[in-house]
């Protein structure tokens, strides 16, 4: 696995994992010792000042850990273990500063039985700090997904790697911070993997020697009458995200408002209807502006009708360069037929129009919608949210995880389509150009400083900044 990936692992992965450890499954009881030692120090660490400790334990092996952290933290607090069993018992948790969370661990699936959800809902009403073992309670570490109830962790202490739940929604929103210990199991290759910020090296400077179409040029196509926004927050990510040439195709009547917001953009007039949307008509036009490109970016302000329905299908049809298809691009549409790359960028609401899904279902199910979406479309899907994935035909999904609620602002999906684009344009290998660029946006927008009030703008003029600082 390259190096700016981290493994996340499956329950199965991890399972083999264990059972590949010298004298399994005689070294159980060692791995348990290990694994309750770093709940306990995770404790001692996070909460040094909390003297009441209660362990809500179960009777597997997640149980396990928590009863030695039990044993260990009885030194010097007061430690009540609460067992699951008798499930139809009520429980009393008494007045804790802290509760461990060793319910159930990552060979969970499904929803939880009666019993284990009351106690489940129980914790979570103590409003009480929680220390989760391996993984919540609740989330299936494979998928993230959570049937029923489910505790809502402060801290998740994971053992010998991260699991694929902690940092796929909904489980990731359950996990708080994740810290990884390491319990002496050998390392070993995951299907899925966790970008790291070290993928912004695979992304070329200008060198000596380009010009501003070999340093990447980009085309992008929208930014009809009312929705000149979108193009221009694409096309300025393209520049600052360090492409040499942009243009944008978009319909006359936006033109004034481009040449006022774009100064070093070339713009390229196309057909409109009496909306000053984008027209079929427009296809010839845009394949002939794309012609010296090296991506494009398509979807950003376009506008929805049918007859930009139909536009789109021409283009996707007629141009052999990358693309990237975002916003209303994606709406309405067909499964296409492309040898050259294409990433579609859909969020929920927009993935589920895709799949004819609700957008809760999307949302409860994201690792399975990605599939979906990879399967129906035959390309790259980046399926935008807190946590990013990626998927693509015959390749294993990539994670961009991360705490960055300020994206959750107008525009920002289309400065991420300028960003791919640009990333595409300079030659990147497009599965990881999506990636990197899911991670360059979020780099960027921590660059700004701002925990609120963040606008898209910001973020594109952080972007220089984001890709030249050490990594």
């Not at 012609?291 to 979807?299: D, F």
């Not at 209303?328 to 040898?339: H, S, T, Y």
């Not at 979406?373 to 994670?399: H, M, N, Q, W, Y």
């Not at 960027?444 to 952080?462: I, K, N, Q, W, Y």
């Amino acid at each position: 696995m390259a190096d700016f990936l981290e493994p996340l692992f499956t329950a199965a992965e991890m399972r083999a994992a264990e059972e590949a450890y010298p004298d399994y499954p005689n070294s159980v009881p060692e791995l348990m010792d290990r694994a309750g030692k770093a709940v306990a120090e995770a404790v001692d660490n996070r909460f040094p000042d909390a003297r009441r400790i209660a362990i809500v334990a179960g009777s597997g092996s997640n149980g396990g850990d928590g009863r030695v952290a039990a044993g260990l933290l009885q030194a010097n607090r007061e430690v009540r273990v609460v067992d699951v069993k008798p499930e139809d018992e009520p429980k009393d948790l008494g007045d804790p500063d802290v509760v461990i969370d060793a319910i159930f661990g990552t060979g969970f699936t499904g929803e939880p039985r009666p019993g284990a959800a009351r106690l489940i809902q129980q914790v979570n009403r103590l409003g009480k700090p929680v220390v989760a073992v391996d993984v919540p309670s609740g989330v299936d570490a494979s998928t993230g997904e959570i049937a029923g109830a489910a505790i809502d962790a402060d801290v998740t202490v994971t053992f010998h790697g991260p699991k694929v739940g902690l940092h796929v929604a909904p489980g990731r929103f359950r996990a708080g911070d994740v810290v990884v210990a390491d319990i002496g199991l050998e390392g070993r290759e995951t299907a899925a993997a966790l970008v790291r910020e070290e993928i912004l090296r695979l992304i070329p400077a200008k060198r000596e020697g380009d010009n501003k179409y070999t340093a990447g040029a980009v085309l992008v196509v929208g930014g009809s009458r009312g929705l000149t926004g979108a193009a221009c927050l694409a096309a300025r990510a393209a520049f600052r995200a360090d492409a040499g040439y942009v243009a944008v195709a978009a319909p006359v009547s936006s033109l004034t408002v481009l040449e006022q917001q774009l100064v070093e953009v070339v713009k390229r007039p196309v057909a409109e209807d009496w909306q000053g949307r984008m027209t079929e008509e427009a296809a010839g036009s845009v394949v002939e502006a794309a012609e010296r490109m090296r991506a494009v970016a398509l979807g950003p302000g376009l506008g929805r009708s049918d007859s930009t329905v139909e536009l789109v299908r021409r283009v996707l049809a007629a141009l052999d360069l990358p693309l990237v298809v975002d916003a209303d691009a994606l709406w309405k549409l067909e499964p296409f037929a492309r040898k050259e790359p294409t990433i579609l960028t859909p969020h929920e609401g927009e993935l589920g129009g895709l799949l004819g899904e609700p957008s809760g279902w999307i949302s409860a199910h994201r690792l399975d919608a990605l599939r979906r979406a990879v399967e129906r479309f035959g390309c790259i899907v980046l399926l935008k949210g807190a946590d990013t994935l990626i998927g693509a035909p015959g390749e294993s999904p990539l994670v961009v995880s991360g705490n960055v609620p300020s994206l959750a602002a107008a525009g920002t999906g289309d400065v991420l389509t300028g960003i791919i684009a640009a990333f595409l344009a300079k030659g990147v290998e497009p599965r990881l150009a999506a990636a990197a660029g899911a991670v360059a946006h979020r780099r960027a927008a921590r660059f700004t400083g701002r925990r609120r009030g963040l606008v898209a703008g910001d973020v594109v003029e952080a972007l220089p900044d984001a890709l030249d600082a050490p990594l």
